[in-house]
């Protein structure tokens, strides 16, 4: 099984904030990896996929990176609205998906 | 516009039964593989299960093999999840969603809470 951790698992910050969360999986998914944004009560919304590609209508301020085993999402200037719990997922195989634990992002 | 609609969702005592619905729209059904994500209160998202765009292929998390089962119906665009044998620790808001082949999961509905007390 493939296992994803995610770092911090919560992280204070200020609107204006430059933040990045890091994700790692237990080995290599050779880039198949998306990172989401969910908020209570609410459909988890899909920000980057395929580890770096920003999906259509999510905000220029997101932006993921890695490779191998090692990835990572910035938010370039935290707006009120970010303020809300990200998941990294991997998804390098059909049998079997796996989300990271997720981080929130608090004020 | 693609929707995603759960259904289905509610009460149930523990080794009970229940059978949800995802319904679909806005785009060709029968073309993507569909997926089951749950999260249960106070925790985070975990993958429940995959199928593929024409029903012959399923895969599960461990915790759910053999007591659940997904299904679609391709002709009337529709997904389902049969969970049997539940447990208190199935007790989340399970949401379907579909899997695009570069993205993942892309497109979610807005999810159907199941809760599993006596």
């Known amino acids: 099984d493939i296992q994803m951790t995610q770092s911090p698992s919560t992280l204070s910050a200020s609107v204006g904030d430059r933040v990045t969360i890091t994700c790692r999986a237990s080995?290599?998914?050779?880039?198949?990896l998306a990172w989401y944004q969910h908020k209570p009560g609410k459909a988890p919304k899909l920000l980057i996929y395929?580890?770096?590609s920003l999906q259509s209508g999510v905000p220029s301020r997101f932006s993921g990176t890695g490779s191998g085993t090692e990835f990572s999402l910035t938010i370039g200037c935290l707006q009120p609205d970010d303020f809300a719990t990200y998941y990294c997922h991997q998804y390098s195989s059909y049998s079997l998906f796996t989300f990271g634990p997720g981080t929130k992002v608090e004020i | 516009e693609v929707q995603l609609v759960e259904s289905g969702g509610g009460l149930v005592q523990p080794g009970g039964s229940l059978r949800l619905s995802c319904a679909a729209s806005?785009?060709?059904?029968?073309?993507?593989?569909m997926t089951w994500v749950r999260q249960a209160p106070g925790k985070g998202l975990v993958w429940v299960a995959n199928?593929?765009?024409?029903?012959?292929?399923?895969y599960y998390v461990d915790s759910v093999r053999g007591r659940f089962t997904i299904s679609r119906d391709n002709a009337n665009n529709s997904l389902f999840l049969q969970m049997n044998y539940l447990g208190v620790d199935d007790t989340a808001v399970y949401y379907c969603a579909t899997v695009g082949a570069a993205t993942g999961p892309d497109y979610w509905g807005q999810g159907t809470p199941v809760t599993v007390s006596s």
């Open positions: 199928i593929k765009e024409d029903g012959n292929a399923e």
């Open positions: 395929k580890t770096s």
């Open positions: 080995q290599t998914i050779s880039g198949w």
């Open positions: 806005g785009f060709t059904f029968s073309s993507y593989w």
